[in-house]
Protein backbone atom coordinates (compact mmCIF):
# COMPACT_ATOMS: atom_id res chain seq x y z
CA UNK A 1 0.00 0.00 0.00
CA UNK A 2 1.19 3.38 -1.01
CA UNK A 3 1.57 5.81 2.13
CA UNK A 4 -0.39 8.67 2.28
CA UNK A 5 -0.14 11.65 4.49
CA UNK A 6 -2.97 12.38 6.97
CA UNK A 7 -2.62 16.07 8.36
CA UNK A 8 -4.34 16.45 11.63
CA UNK A 9 -7.35 18.31 10.74
CA UNK A 10 -8.22 15.90 8.49
CA UNK A 11 -8.10 12.66 10.72
CA UNK A 12 -10.30 14.66 13.41
CA UNK A 13 -12.08 15.69 11.48
CA UNK A 14 -12.87 12.29 9.71
CA UNK A 15 -12.98 10.71 13.09
CA UNK A 16 -15.53 13.21 14.43
CA UNK A 17 -18.14 12.74 12.05
CA UNK A 18 -17.60 9.31 11.53
CA UNK A 19 -17.28 7.83 15.15
CA UNK A 20 -20.85 7.27 15.99
CA UNK A 21 -20.57 4.41 13.44
CA UNK A 22 -17.72 2.96 12.80
CA UNK A 23 -17.40 2.10 16.94
CA UNK A 24 -20.77 1.23 17.12
CA UNK A 25 -19.91 -2.98 16.70
CA UNK A 26 -20.44 -4.42 20.47
CA UNK A 27 -17.32 -6.65 21.77
CA UNK A 28 -16.25 -10.28 21.44
CA UNK A 29 -18.38 -12.75 24.26
CA UNK A 30 -14.77 -12.11 26.09
CA UNK A 31 -15.20 -8.60 26.35
CA UNK A 32 -18.61 -8.21 27.49
CA UNK A 33 -18.08 -11.38 30.02
CA UNK A 34 -15.12 -9.72 31.88
CA UNK A 35 -17.71 -6.36 32.17
CA UNK A 36 -20.31 -7.99 33.37
CA UNK A 37 -17.99 -9.61 35.99
CA UNK A 38 -16.17 -6.55 36.73
CA UNK A 39 -16.45 -5.95 40.83
CA UNK A 40 -19.26 -4.26 41.66
CA UNK A 41 -20.38 -1.23 39.26
CA UNK A 42 -23.36 -0.70 41.00
CA UNK A 43 -25.64 2.17 39.72
CA UNK A 44 -22.91 4.45 39.31
CA UNK A 45 -22.19 2.20 36.25
CA UNK A 46 -18.26 2.32 37.47
CA UNK A 47 -15.82 -0.13 38.37
CA UNK A 48 -12.46 0.44 40.76
CA UNK A 49 -9.09 -0.71 39.66
CA UNK A 50 -6.05 -0.03 40.29
CA UNK A 51 -3.06 0.27 37.86
CA UNK A 52 -0.12 -0.76 40.06
CA UNK A 53 2.09 1.87 38.66
CA UNK A 54 0.82 3.63 41.48
CA UNK A 55 2.68 2.06 44.14
CA UNK A 56 5.41 0.41 41.84
CA UNK A 57 8.08 3.08 43.64
CA UNK A 58 7.36 0.39 46.58
CA UNK A 59 8.91 -2.48 45.01
CA UNK A 60 6.74 -4.76 46.91
CA UNK A 61 6.70 -7.45 44.40
CA UNK A 62 3.35 -8.64 42.33
CA UNK A 63 1.95 -10.67 45.41
CA UNK A 64 1.82 -7.94 47.75
CA UNK A 65 0.63 -5.62 44.99
CA UNK A 66 -2.48 -8.05 44.72
CA UNK A 67 -2.81 -8.23 48.67
CA UNK A 68 -2.39 -4.06 48.98
CA UNK A 69 -5.17 -4.10 46.39
CA UNK A 70 -7.65 -6.33 47.72
CA UNK A 71 -7.33 -4.78 51.33
CA UNK A 72 -7.97 -1.35 50.33
CA UNK A 73 -11.05 -2.08 48.96
CA UNK A 74 -10.85 -2.50 44.64
CA UNK A 75 -12.93 -4.41 42.65
CA UNK A 76 -9.72 -5.09 40.06
CA UNK A 77 -6.23 -4.86 39.37
CA UNK A 78 -4.26 -3.72 36.11
CA UNK A 79 -0.39 -5.35 36.40
CA UNK A 80 2.04 -4.57 34.81
CA UNK A 81 3.57 -7.52 32.20
CA UNK A 82 7.50 -7.35 33.74
CA UNK A 83 6.06 -8.05 37.38
CA UNK A 84 4.23 -10.63 36.48
CA UNK A 85 7.45 -12.37 34.70
CA UNK A 86 9.18 -11.68 37.87
CA UNK A 87 6.90 -13.51 40.14
CA UNK A 88 7.67 -16.78 37.63
CA UNK A 89 10.78 -16.34 37.72
CA UNK A 90 11.50 -16.19 40.82
CA UNK A 91 9.09 -19.74 41.17
CA UNK A 92 5.22 -18.40 41.56
CA UNK A 93 3.01 -20.14 39.26
CA UNK A 94 0.57 -18.11 37.03
CA UNK A 95 -2.24 -21.05 38.28
CA UNK A 96 -1.67 -20.35 41.70
CA UNK A 97 -1.68 -16.59 40.87
CA UNK A 98 -4.92 -17.08 39.13
CA UNK A 99 -6.09 -18.70 42.08
CA UNK A 100 -4.95 -15.36 44.83
CA UNK A 101 -6.42 -13.27 42.67
CA UNK A 102 -10.04 -14.99 42.78
CA UNK A 103 -9.81 -16.14 46.36
CA UNK A 104 -9.55 -12.18 46.89
CA UNK A 105 -12.26 -11.88 43.99
CA UNK A 106 -10.48 -9.34 42.42
CA UNK A 107 -10.74 -9.17 38.09
CA UNK A 108 -7.85 -8.12 35.72
CA UNK A 109 -9.73 -5.70 34.14
CA UNK A 110 -6.03 -4.78 31.93
CA UNK A 111 -2.67 -5.02 31.97
CA UNK A 112 0.44 -2.82 31.08
CA UNK A 113 3.26 -3.69 28.33
CA UNK A 114 5.16 -1.81 26.01
CA UNK A 115 5.82 -4.11 23.38
CA UNK A 116 6.57 -2.44 19.71
CA UNK A 117 4.00 -3.45 17.91
CA UNK A 118 3.25 -0.57 15.97
CA UNK A 119 7.04 0.58 14.83
CA UNK A 120 8.05 1.04 11.39
CA UNK A 121 11.26 -1.26 11.53
CA UNK A 122 10.01 -4.73 10.52
CA UNK A 123 12.78 -6.69 12.52
CA UNK A 124 11.56 -4.23 15.71
CA UNK A 125 8.35 -5.30 14.86
CA UNK A 126 8.80 -8.59 14.69
CA UNK A 127 10.15 -8.83 18.03
CA UNK A 128 7.46 -7.16 19.68
CA UNK A 129 4.76 -9.23 17.74
CA UNK A 130 6.78 -11.87 19.48
CA UNK A 131 6.54 -10.27 23.27
CA UNK A 132 3.06 -9.58 22.86
CA UNK A 133 1.93 -12.80 22.36
CA UNK A 134 4.11 -14.28 25.21
CA UNK A 135 2.17 -11.06 26.92
CA UNK A 136 -1.42 -12.29 26.08
CA UNK A 137 -0.70 -15.83 26.89
CA UNK A 138 0.94 -14.84 30.76
CA UNK A 139 -2.09 -12.65 30.99
CA UNK A 140 -4.78 -15.01 30.06
CA UNK A 141 -3.52 -17.76 32.15
CA UNK A 142 -4.36 -15.09 35.34
CA UNK A 143 -7.77 -14.28 33.93
CA UNK A 144 -7.40 -11.38 32.15
CA UNK A 145 -9.14 -10.62 29.19
CA UNK A 146 -7.32 -6.53 27.83
CA UNK A 147 -4.25 -5.98 27.56
CA UNK A 148 -2.94 -2.02 26.50
CA UNK A 149 -1.59 -1.36 23.17
CA UNK A 150 0.28 1.32 23.50
CA UNK A 151 2.53 3.37 20.61
CA UNK A 152 5.86 2.07 22.47
CA UNK A 153 8.53 2.62 19.95
CA UNK A 154 6.75 5.17 17.66
CA UNK A 155 7.22 8.36 20.34
CA UNK A 156 10.32 10.19 19.00
CA UNK A 157 10.07 10.47 15.56
CA UNK A 158 6.43 11.69 13.76
CA UNK A 159 5.47 10.23 10.30
CA UNK A 160 3.71 7.02 11.57
CA UNK A 161 1.15 6.21 8.51
CA UNK A 162 -1.98 5.79 10.54
CA UNK A 163 -3.43 3.45 8.36
CA UNK A 164 -0.48 1.14 8.59
CA UNK A 165 -0.88 1.26 11.87
CA UNK A 166 -4.49 0.28 11.84
CA UNK A 167 -3.54 -2.23 9.62
CA UNK A 168 -1.25 -3.34 12.31
CA UNK A 169 -3.66 -2.93 14.91
CA UNK A 170 -6.39 -4.84 13.16
CA UNK A 171 -3.80 -7.68 12.98
CA UNK A 172 -2.88 -6.79 16.79
CA UNK A 173 -6.71 -7.91 17.48
CA UNK A 174 -6.42 -10.56 15.30
CA UNK A 175 -3.82 -12.80 17.45
CA UNK A 176 -6.07 -11.04 20.46
CA UNK A 177 -8.93 -13.39 18.94
CA UNK A 178 -6.64 -16.58 19.10
CA UNK A 179 -5.33 -15.31 22.29
CA UNK A 180 -8.59 -14.72 24.73
CA UNK A 181 -7.01 -11.22 25.25
CA UNK A 182 -8.26 -7.81 23.82
CA UNK A 183 -5.92 -5.19 22.67
CA UNK A 184 -6.42 -1.73 23.54
CA UNK A 185 -5.39 1.03 21.79
CA UNK A 186 -3.84 3.61 23.85
CA UNK A 187 -2.61 6.75 23.61
CA UNK A 188 0.35 8.54 25.07
CA UNK A 189 0.61 12.69 25.38
CA UNK A 190 4.60 12.26 25.12
CA UNK A 191 4.82 10.35 21.19
CA UNK A 192 4.75 12.37 18.39
CA UNK A 193 2.32 9.92 17.01
CA UNK A 194 -0.55 8.60 18.52
CA UNK A 195 -0.87 11.34 21.55
CA UNK A 196 -4.56 12.75 20.24
CA UNK A 197 -7.74 10.70 20.79
CA UNK A 198 -8.44 11.85 17.37
CA UNK A 199 -5.76 10.24 16.11
CA UNK A 200 -6.31 6.81 18.44
CA UNK A 201 -9.95 6.74 17.18
CA UNK A 202 -8.76 6.80 13.33
CA UNK A 203 -7.00 4.20 13.79
CA UNK A 204 -9.06 2.07 15.83
CA UNK A 205 -11.88 3.02 12.92
CA UNK A 206 -10.11 2.04 10.40
CA UNK A 207 -9.23 -1.74 12.11
CA UNK A 208 -12.49 -2.20 10.83
CA UNK A 209 -12.21 -5.36 13.31
CA UNK A 210 -15.20 -5.58 16.18
CA UNK A 211 -13.27 -5.97 19.32
CA UNK A 212 -11.37 -2.33 18.19
CA UNK A 213 -11.23 -0.22 21.73
CA UNK A 214 -9.52 2.48 23.30
CA UNK A 215 -7.75 3.15 26.23
CA UNK A 216 -7.42 6.95 27.34
CA UNK A 217 -6.12 8.67 30.57
CA UNK A 218 -6.67 12.05 32.03
CA UNK A 219 -3.09 13.24 31.97
CA UNK A 220 -2.25 11.55 28.32
CA UNK A 221 -5.17 13.17 26.97
CA UNK A 222 -3.94 16.50 28.66
CA UNK A 223 -0.22 16.41 27.90
CA UNK A 224 -1.30 15.31 23.84
CA UNK A 225 -2.56 18.85 23.49
CA UNK A 226 -6.47 17.07 23.28
CA UNK A 227 -9.64 18.23 24.76
CA UNK A 228 -12.05 15.80 27.02
CA UNK A 229 -15.03 17.21 24.97
CA UNK A 230 -14.57 14.52 22.34
CA UNK A 231 -15.35 11.91 25.49
CA UNK A 232 -18.81 12.47 24.49
CA UNK A 233 -18.35 11.26 21.08
CA UNK A 234 -17.80 7.71 22.31
CA UNK A 235 -20.08 5.14 23.12
CA UNK A 236 -19.99 2.59 26.22
CA UNK A 237 -18.63 -0.62 23.62
CA UNK A 238 -15.36 1.76 22.47
CA UNK A 239 -13.71 2.12 26.07
CA UNK A 240 -13.88 -0.26 28.77
CA UNK A 241 -11.28 0.65 30.75
CA UNK A 242 -10.08 4.49 31.96
CA UNK A 243 -6.81 5.60 33.48
CA UNK A 244 -8.04 8.34 36.04
CA UNK A 245 -5.44 10.94 38.02
CA UNK A 246 -5.42 14.47 37.44
CA UNK A 247 -2.68 17.17 36.65
CA UNK A 248 -1.21 20.43 38.27
CA UNK A 249 -1.67 23.97 37.37
CA UNK A 250 1.94 24.07 36.94
CA UNK A 251 4.41 22.51 35.46
CA UNK A 252 2.89 23.75 32.22
CA UNK A 253 1.17 21.06 29.94
CA UNK A 254 4.54 21.45 27.75
CA UNK A 255 6.59 20.46 30.51
CA UNK A 256 4.40 18.34 32.45
CA UNK A 257 5.64 14.75 33.18
CA UNK A 258 4.29 11.49 34.35
CA UNK A 259 5.51 12.09 37.66
CA UNK A 260 3.57 14.98 38.00
CA UNK A 261 0.36 12.90 38.50
CA UNK A 262 -1.82 13.00 41.48
CA UNK A 263 -4.58 11.84 42.53
CA UNK A 264 -7.82 12.77 41.24
CA UNK A 265 -9.91 15.78 42.25
CA UNK A 266 -6.34 17.19 43.27
CA UNK A 267 -5.41 19.05 40.56
CA UNK A 268 -7.26 21.21 37.48
CA UNK A 269 -8.24 18.56 35.56
CA UNK A 270 -11.90 18.66 34.83
CA UNK A 271 -12.73 15.70 36.26
CA UNK A 272 -16.17 16.25 37.01
CA UNK A 273 -16.62 16.98 33.24
CA UNK A 274 -14.84 13.75 32.19
CA UNK A 275 -16.98 11.71 34.35
CA UNK A 276 -20.74 12.42 33.66
CA UNK A 277 -19.35 12.33 30.13
CA UNK A 278 -18.24 8.63 30.60
CA UNK A 279 -21.04 7.95 32.75
CA UNK A 280 -23.22 9.24 29.98
CA UNK A 281 -22.59 6.20 27.21
CA UNK A 282 -24.55 4.25 29.40
CA UNK A 283 -22.22 1.62 29.89
CA UNK A 284 -19.92 0.26 32.65
CA UNK A 285 -16.72 1.54 32.88
CA UNK A 286 -13.54 0.68 34.68
CA UNK A 287 -11.82 3.25 36.64
CA UNK A 288 -8.22 2.30 36.83
CA UNK A 289 -6.08 4.57 39.32
CA UNK A 290 -2.79 5.13 37.66
CA UNK A 291 -0.49 7.51 39.02
CA UNK A 292 3.83 7.48 38.65
CA UNK A 293 4.35 10.10 41.86
CA UNK A 294 7.40 10.14 43.47
CA UNK A 295 5.97 11.37 46.87
CA UNK A 296 3.16 9.09 46.55
CA UNK A 297 5.98 5.98 46.22
CA UNK A 298 7.47 7.53 49.91
CA UNK A 299 4.60 6.26 51.30
CA UNK A 300 2.69 3.74 52.65
CA UNK A 301 1.42 1.62 49.98
CA UNK A 302 -1.35 0.77 51.12
CA UNK A 303 -2.51 4.30 52.37
CA UNK A 304 -1.76 5.27 48.62
CA UNK A 305 -4.26 3.28 47.53
CA UNK A 306 -6.59 3.59 50.05
CA UNK A 307 -6.83 7.35 49.44
CA UNK A 308 -6.54 6.99 45.71
CA UNK A 309 -10.13 4.81 45.50
CA UNK A 310 -11.54 7.26 48.30
CA UNK A 311 -10.78 9.92 45.98
CA UNK A 312 -12.09 8.39 42.68
CA UNK A 313 -15.36 7.37 44.62
CA UNK A 314 -15.50 11.34 45.98
CA UNK A 315 -15.15 12.27 42.27
CA UNK A 316 -17.89 9.88 41.16
CA UNK A 317 -19.80 11.02 43.85
CA UNK A 318 -19.31 14.65 43.12
CA UNK A 319 -19.96 14.39 39.20
CA UNK A 320 -23.07 12.61 39.16
CA UNK A 321 -24.96 14.28 42.23
Not at 124 to 142: F, P, S, V
Request: aromatic share 8%; hydrophobic share 40%.
Amino acid sequence: MNKATYSRRKILTASSLAVAASLANPFSNAANSSSEKSGHPGRSGFAYCLNTGTIRGQKLGLVKEIEVTAQAGYDAIEPWLDSIYAYVKNGGSLSDLRKRLEDLHLTVESAITFSQWVVDDDAERAKGWENMKRDMDALAQIGGTRIAAAPAGATNQPGLDLLQAAERYRALLELGDQMGVVPQLEIWGGSKNLHRMGQAVYVAMESGHPNACLLFDIFHIYKGGGDFHGLKLLRAEAMHVFHMNDYPADPPRETIGDGDRVFPGDGVAPVSQILRDIHATGGRTVLSLELFNRAYWQQDALDVAKTGLAKMKKSVEKALA
